[in-house]
């Protein structure tokens, strides 16, 4: 496709598409797993933002509309097919996945629907502390990792690995620091919103906040685990994902 966009298990004659963004600091491959899951039944596209991994060398983006139009860009020959694709953001991915769903809804190709997890409504204020974060100290921005937990976690052993880590996270956190929430035309597909039982960051009534941005169904589903819910729930999650895109 393009340097954006991955695909770990191509699946051409897949019934539908599903196009996922990581979460702060992370990658495409954080969705590998979810690939492996849905194969045969929804074929997984992940974001690959600058900054990280085979695109180390470029610089991490400066806000979240830029990511927004590359992905759009990279996504347009695909589209045209007129195929069911579905948006997933985790986290930070969240607020990417509404705008994407925003701006195909604006271009006259809607998703199917829109899967957001461990990441509050959009119209909601962050967390206090959260948007200066990427200011702070190394500890401060390594506190939050802890508090997280997740594969980035795993990062705090390996001081060599350690200082990519935060150079993604930093440019992620000043992004999410400048993002503004824009009200405008709801969406009309449906909203699954996925949270953990136990987050630190996004309690369970944020997610309801969801239900303001369409006019199409709202539901929410709770499971057992914090931020990171999603790396022990795997087959619920995909069960989700297959039962909302069949419909």
Request: one cysteine or more; charged letters at 20%.
């Amino acid at each position: 496709m393009s340097k954006w966009v991955r695909r770990f298990h191509p699946g051409p004659d897949a019934p539908a598409r599903l196009l996922c963004f990581p979460h702060a600091g992370g990658s495409a491959s954080t969705y590998r797993p979810l690939s492996t899951a849905l194969k045969g039944h929804v074929e997984v596209w992940a974001v690959q933002y600058p900054g990280r991994q085979d695109r180390l060398g470029e610089p991490c983006a400066q806000d979240l509309d830029e990511i927004v139009e590359a992905t759009l860009d990279a996504l347009a020959p695909t589209l045209a097919d007129g195929g069911p694709i579905g948006l997933f953001g985790h986290s930070m991915g969240t607020l990417l996945a509404f705008e994407v769903a925003r701006r195909l809804v604006k271009e006259g190709t809607p998703p199917a629907v829109l899967f957001v997890s461990a990441g509050r409504g959009p119209s909601l204020r962050r967390p206090a502390g959260i948007p200066g974060l990427h200011d702070a100290g190394d500890e401060a921005m390594l506190e939050e990792v802890r508090l997280l937990g997740g594969t980035e976690s795993e990062l705090l052993d390996h001081p060599e690995l350690l200082d990519l880590a935060l150079y993604a996270l930093r440019a992620d956190y000043a992004m999410m620091g400048r993002y503004e929430y824009r009200p405008g035309p709801v969406l009309s597909c449906p909203v699954i919103a996925l949270a953990g039982d136990s987050d630190p960051r996004v309690p369970v009534e944020s997610m309801r906040a969801w239900a303001e941005e369409t006019s199409g169904s709202c539901d929410l589903h709770v499971l057992p685990g914090g931020h990171f819910y999603l790396e022990a729930q795997l087959a619920p999650v995909a069960e989700h994902i297959r039962a909302a895109m069949r419909k």
